[in-house]
């Protein structure tokens, strides 16, 4: 059963890049997937920020697009997300997920636990 | 970016109820919409996909139904473990786009 996981610091600094890894596991990372990054602030809903695919295929939400990069690395069976110049409304819990085709349309069908990122000095 | 609006924000409900929340969006999806559940500290999980298939392993008493720009999710006979929000997402296009959530409290 495929499985992901979130690592990465808990804390990051104002102006800094906020990195993101997200482990796979009980599965491949090669095949028609989109993996993905979604984010939450804290009591607030969900905001969908991009994916990567691993023929290296890349989409990042306009409203991030300047500050986000989301890569894979096949071998590690792990992809990644940054984020720069980080402000505190960037403070969320992180979430990555894969994104996949089912019988009759696409869906997040597996998710990652979350990781909480706060950006403070 | 395609604006999905939810209603209600929040809802009470005993045991047993039948529940249901609607998510509009600001233009025509086709049947490209999910709906999610997230329990506090959880990730959320697939309940329904393409408006009214039921992921596997969700129970029966989940439901939805829509197309175009309105959409409804059911919960018939609902129980201790439903109470939670729901989020319905829309993927008819980039940047997909999440309602506000709709937040099922106990009665």
């Known amino acids: 059963q495929v499985q992901l996981q979130e690592s990465g610091p808990g804390l990051v600094k104002p102006s800094q890049t906020l990195s993101l890894i997200c482990s796979v596991s009980g599965g491949s990372i090669s095949g028609d997937f989109y993996w993905s990054w979604v984010r939450q602030p804290p009591g607030k809903g969900l905001e969908y920020i991009g994916y990567?695919?691993?023929?290296?295929?890349?989409y990042y939400n306009p409203s991030l697009k300047s500050r986000v990069t989301i890569s894979i690395d096949t071998s590690k069976i792990q992809f990644s997300l940054k984020l720069s110049s980080v402000t505190a409304a960037d403070t969320a819990v992180y979430y990555c997920?894969?994104?996949?085709?089912?019988?009759?349309?696409?869906?997040?069908?597996?998710w990652g636990q979350g990781t909480m990122v706060t950006v403070s000095s | 970016a395609i604006l999905m609006t939810q209603s209600p924000s929040s809802l009470s409900a005993s045991v047993g109820d039948r529940v249901t929340i609607t998510c509009r969006a600001s233009?025509?999806?086709?049947?490209?919409l999910g709906w999610y559940q997230q329990i506090p500290g959880k990730a959320p999980k697939l309940l329904i996909y393409?408006?009214?298939s039921l992921q596997s392993g969700v129970p029966s008493r989940f439901s939805g139904s829509g197309s175009g720009t309105d959409f409804t999710l059911t919960i018939s006979d609902l129980q201790p473990e439903d109470f939670a929000t729901y989020y319905c997402l829309q993927d008819y296009n980039y940047p997909l786009t999440f309602g506000q959530g709709t937040k099922v409290e106990i009665k």
């Open positions: 997920a894969r994104r996949q085709k089912l019988s009759r349309g696409d869906a997040f069908d597996i």
């Open positions: 393409a408006a009214s």
């Open positions: 990567v695919h691993y023929r290296g295929t890349t």
């Open positions: 233009q025509g999806i086709k049947n490209d």
